[in-house]
């Protein structure tokens, strides 16, 4: 019983050898075909990062894939003493073209500077004819002026003998300086010459020699009027008169020549009696007559 059971264990311990040799037989086959595969894959990934490697290699040595296309220089790669063959044609170009437009200038310059001295020629030459055209005005204004002035001192002396226009009473005095009262505006206001009173029709006669220059038969203010200019922009007016039909404009009157008559025509005096209303005019201004007519008793 023993043996049977010694023998059984002989052969069970046999086959459980047999069992573990085929395992290990089996583990190492197994081994070594996956040895066989790593190493396969192993020789794989080598290939691919060789060829990766030897791309980027390429691409970097090569400044990449151009198809075709003109290399670019990059920055890195550029020598900043070392001109580009564009940017130098470039720049002559520009220095031309800069060369160019000073040689313009220059010649627009000389131009100006020619017209200027031209302009300046021309202005001393207009200089000098504007300096002897007013020398010679000077001259023809000292004769106007000496003309004028002979006669100012006739027209003077005239006024110093001048005659009455009509022989009456001044019932209203000139005034400028001060204010009258008018009875028909009945307001105060300025008179530029005096009235002197006397029955409608009294003949009214020329205070010195003068010519007619103005006839006026509906002044607005003095009616019936008739002014005598009497030279050196002197003149008399004689307003509120009848009539015009005694004188025409041009007419030449002398000294108590009758030119008129006493009338009541005035628009701004026609609530005052009858009258002569008498100017005397130097220019624009307004003369006192009375400084000039005789002083009546």
Not at 3 to 8: F, I, N, Q, T
Not at 201 to 215: L, N, R, S
Not at 234 to 260: D, F, R
Request: aromatic share 6%; glycine share 8%; net charge neutral.
């Amino acid at each position: 019983m023993f043996d049977s059971w010694k023998s059984k264990v002989s052969s069970q311990i046999k086959g459980a050898g047999i069992k573990i040799k085929s395992g290990f037989k089996h583990i190492k086959t197994s081994l070594k075909k996956t040895k066989s595969a790593r190493g396969i894959i192993l020789s794989l990934l080598v290939i691919l990062v060789g060829l990766n490697s030897a791309f980027w290699i390429f691409r970097a040595s090569h400044n990449g894939f151009s198809w075709g296309k003109k290399p670019q220089l990059r920055q890195w790669e550029v020598d900043m003493n070392e001109k580009v063959p564009e940017q130098s044609q470039k720049q002559q170009d520009k220095a031309d073209t800069d060369n160019e437009v000073k040689s313009k200038d220059r010649s627009i310059e000389s131009l100006n500077s020619s017209s200027e001295s031209l302009t300046e020629t021309s202005e001393n030459t207009s200089e000098a004819t504007k300096s002897s055209q007013a020398f010679t005005e000077k001259e023809n204004m000292g004769e106007q002026i000496y003309v004028e002035t002979d006669d100012v001192v006739s027209a003077t002396a005239q006024l110093s003998t001048m005659a009455m226009p009509v022989i009456g009473k001044t019932i209203t005095n000139f005034a400028v300086d001060t204010l009258t009262y008018s009875k028909t505006l009945e307001q105060w206001g300025c008179h530029h010459g005096i009235d002197i009173s006397n029955e409608l029709g009294t003949p009214v006669k020329a205070a010195i020699d003068g010519t007619v220059v103005d006839v006026k038969k509906d002044d607005p203010k003095l009616g019936v009027v008739v002014v005598i200019d009497h030279g050196a922009d002197i003149k008399t007016v004689y307003g509120n008169l009848a009539s015009e039909k005694l004188v025409e404009k041009g007419m030449n009157v002398q000294k108590g020549q009758v030119i008129g008559s006493v009338g009541k025509t005035a628009p701004f005096e026609i609530e005052d009696p009858p009258h002569l209303h008498f100017e005397v005019r130097r220019g624009e201004d307004s003369i006192d007559p009375s400084q000039f007519l005789p002083k009546l008793k």
